[in-house]
């Protein structure tokens, strides 16, 4: 959870590149909606409109 879309971007990416997984994490951000919600990188902003903050 962060509050800049680029911090969750960047996280997202050393993720994949540690575990070799191209397709690790979902974003829910700006636009963005999660579908599996199993490994989520998410606004504060995203989740507080959900109530989950």
Do not use: C
Request: charged share 25%; aromatic share 10%.
């Amino acid at each position: 959870m962060a509050h800049r879309e680029e911090i969750l971007r960047q996280a997202r990416k050393t993720y994949r590149a540690i575990l070799n997984d191209g397709t690790f994490g979902e974003l829910f951000v700006g636009g963005e909606h999660p579908s599996q919600w199993k490994h989520v990188f998410a606004s504060v902003q995203s989740l507080a409109r959900l109530g989950r903050v």
